[in-house]
């Protein structure tokens, strides 16, 4: 029998390199993340939490070490940052003496000299338990500075390369990465590394429309690195049909073999604390509103209504107030100017922010009906929310708009503003066709359970792991 090799984890303990099927879900870019949860972020919260509470020993949570660029198990602090630490007290591990702990930073110094300094900084941060202050800020010089030390020993001769057990040898686990890490500048290291990985993919806009994308890093390497991670024979799991059709179309543009594509049913995450809540009926309100729940940037076509509810003051037509529910994004001087010229438009149109789920299950439990003009999408959850809540919405004829509402709403092109304007006051005026949308949904709409959900990526990663 041949002896089994071990790889050693960050803390200095070794886990058996036996679990060849060790299914793992990447928590980097929540971790990373800074605001209130939408889009991407509140999917993988959704993914982090099901995998954390899931007692199947062959899940875990991880994160990248920024040192050796390799994943490792959440600290418990981590585990504290995320708000999860409640959910799965059986996931927490034994509290390390803080000597050791130093012993082990120091460690991956020496065998990691040219790692940059954010590095430190997450070595502090393990160190000092996630406590910051006057410890942790010594921490990371005193880290820094051993570090440029060593770079320096090295470059000169003075030092031989710190070994790294285990780098020869590929991944022992599946591991999901999170959208930060898919586009960010360690994706090439990840596949030359022969790390084992799956992706999400959400769509493929940053190649599809680089115009509907800010001139950032996100437009530049978004398509290589899924290229990259494709070529290294990464799973693709898709939120949406939309978005396998639109990663296999950039793939055979790019001549790249696509292995098999997992798609999975996206959750009805706020319907479902709703119904914790008890909170799915519906709400009387005084003034009747219209509700559009997006972030505000030029994919999402705020301007088109804007457009809508100026010619209906224009004509003297009174339509409901519309509420924008949604953090300000890129590529607004659009929107900000054509507001600016038009004052009037402050009283029918609201924009209100990132909001509380609380706050949006408010909404949508009181709003008339939903909108949603978006040009492109991999999925567009607020649409499928709307019929979760069981109020109709009108969509763009986009296909994965269409696919989120299963076909069962009133779909219009993102440019038609007749077409729209007449949609929206058909939706208002017309009391018996609203009524018959409503009916439409209760009958042919079932929202998504997470479990049904997360069942459906474990059962993938499996597969792909085996």
């Known amino acids: 029998m041949s002896k089994k090799k071990s790889v050693p984890s960050p803390d200095g303990a070794e886990e058996t390199a036996d679990k060849k099927r060790q299914i793992c879900i990447d928590a980097t870019g929540l971790l990373a993340w800074r605001g209130a949860l939408a889009g991407i972020q509140r999917v993988e919260d959704f993914m982090i939490r099901a995998a954390l509470s899931d007692p199947d020993p062959v899940i875990e949570v991880v994160t990248l070490d920024l040192s050796s660029r390799r994943f490792r198990p959440l600290e418990n602090f981590e585990m504290e940052k995320l708000g999860i630490r409640e959910i799965a007290p059986f996931r927490l591990r034994p509290r390390r003496r803080r000597l050791a702990a130093l012993r082990s930073a120091f460690d991956m110094v020496r065998r990691y000299p040219m790692a940059k300094r954010e590095a430190d900084r997450q070595l502090a941060s393990v160190v000092s338990e996630g406590r910051p202050g006057l410890i942790c800020a010594m921490l990371r010089v005193m880290l820094r500075a051993y570090r440029l030390w060593r770079r320096g020993g090295l470059i000169a001769g003075l030092f031989r390369p710190g070994t790294a057990d285990g780098d020869e040898e590929p991944g022992s686990a599946k591991i ?39 001139n950032g890093r996100m437009r530049s390497v978004f398509g290589p ?5 494709v070529r290294s024979g990464a799973a693709a799991f898709c939120t ?26 996206m959750p009805s995450l706020l319907h479902e604390k709703a119904a914790r809540l008890g909170a799915t009926s519906r709400l009387d309100v005084a003034e009747p509103f219209v509700l559009y729940c997006s972030t505000v940037e030029i994919r999402k076509n705020h301007i088109l209504l804007a457009r809508i509810w100026q010619q209906a003051l224009d004509e003297g037509v009174k339509l409901p107030k519309l509420v924008c529910v949604g953090r300000w ?18 009283k029918q149109i609201v924009f209100v922010g990132p909001v509380s789920d609380e706050e949006l299950i408010r909404y949508y439990r009181s709003a008339s009906f939903g909108v949603f003009p978006s040009h492109i999408e991999g999925w567009g959850y607020a649409a499928s929310e709307c019929l979760d809540f069981g109020i109709p919405v009108i969509v763009s004829t986009t296909p994965s708009l269409i696919e989120a509402t299963g076909g069962l709403m009133p779909a219009i092109d993102s440019t038609d503003q007749a077409g729209w304007y007449a949609a929206i006051r058909r939706m208002f005026e017309d009391v018996a066709w609203r009524r018959a949308l409503c009916e439409r949904i209760a009958e042919k709409h079932r929202p998504t359970t997470p479990s049904d959900s997360w069942a459906a990526i474990k059962a993938g990663l499996k597969a792909t792991a085996g």
């Open 329 to 346: 994004g890129w590529m607004v001087e659009e929107l900000s100017a054509y507001l600016e010229a038009h004052p009037q438009l402050r």
């Open 240 to 265: 949406s049909n939309a978005a396998a059709e639109m990663l296999g179309d950039h793939m055979r543009r790019a001549g790249i073999h696509l292995p098999a594509v997992h798609r999975f049913p």
């Open 176 to 214: 999901l990465i999170s959208n930060y890490v898919m586009v960010g500048k360690t994706a090439a290291e990840l596949t030359r590394q022969r790390t084992s990985t799956a992706f999400l993919c959400h769509d493929m806009i940053p190649t599809i429309r680089p115009d509907l994308v800010g």
């Open 225 to 229: 690195n899924l290229e990259a991670l």
